[in-house]
Nanobody
């Protein structure tokens, strides 16, 4: 499975961005799709939000009320609507997908929140 992410960029504090990630490839059923991020200077990626094929969501406390994850199963695409962005949201955002036997990562897209 290949994951193609798009939608990152530079935005001012309080602004919004929408990330998209489309899965394509071997026809594996994708159970969970979501987003992780890796902030500058940090070695670990942290979960931002994910969503199951049934629509159940899981969000990090730091983004609750600001970010919304959604999914179009017909397109195997996951979205992350990010509102009221803060400088601490600056990171490389990675799309992630979980299949029956494997999990997959996208290439990462940079989100920078700065005035």
């Amino acid at each position: 499975v290949q994951l193609q992410a798009s939608g990152g960029g530079l935005v001012q504090p309080g602004g919004s961005l929408r990330l998209s990630c489309a899965a394509s490839g071997n026809g594996d059923t994708i159970f969970v799709m979501g987003w992780y991020r890796q902030a500058p200077g940090k070695q670990q990626r942290e979960l931002v939000a994910d969503i199951t094929s049934a629509g159940s969501t899981n969000n990090a406390d730091s983004v609750k009320g600001r970010f919304t994850v959604s999914r179009d199963n017909s397109k195997d695409t996951v979205y992350l609507q990010m509102n009221n962005l803060k400088p601490e949201d600056t990171a490389v955002y990675y799309c992630h997908a979980v299949g029956p036997l494997n999990h997959y990562w996208g290439q990462g897209t940079q989100v920078t929140v700065s005035s």
